[in-house]
């Protein structure tokens, strides 16, 4: 059992593979996106981090998958190839998991009033499409 930013999680070795896991993923993934790196490895926080992360995982052949109570947030490191997570992190060996365990992290960031434009959004676009129907 560890501890990330006073949220409790798992972290399990099988040779190279690690497998975190969390009851709550996107807290534990918004705690270390928002994390700087150590001095030494320079100053890069965010997706950036976690794409430096991943290809330094891949370099010494550590792959870690990320789980949550809605399956796989994402795998990095060794054997991983995404160019999503190339696009969104700087690094191929980042990618996304299942998309209901994705969707959590993305909600999660989603402010209140973010939500309630998206919401406004789709109402008035459903709207638009049972009008344009009924002409």
Known sequence: MIEIDGMPATLVADGDRLVLSAAHPERAWAAVVSAALPAGVG??????????VASE???????????????RLAQLGEGVQSRLGRAVTGSAAVAPGAPSAVAVLLWSRVSRRGAAIAVVA??????AAVLRRRR
Request: net charge positive.
């Open 43 to 52: 100053k890069l926080d965010g997706p950036r981090a976690v794409g430096r």
């Open 57 to 71: 995982l891949a370099a010494v052949g550590l792959r870690l998958e990320v789980r949550g109570p809605r399956g």
């Open 122 to 127: 789709l109402g008035a676009a459903a709207g």
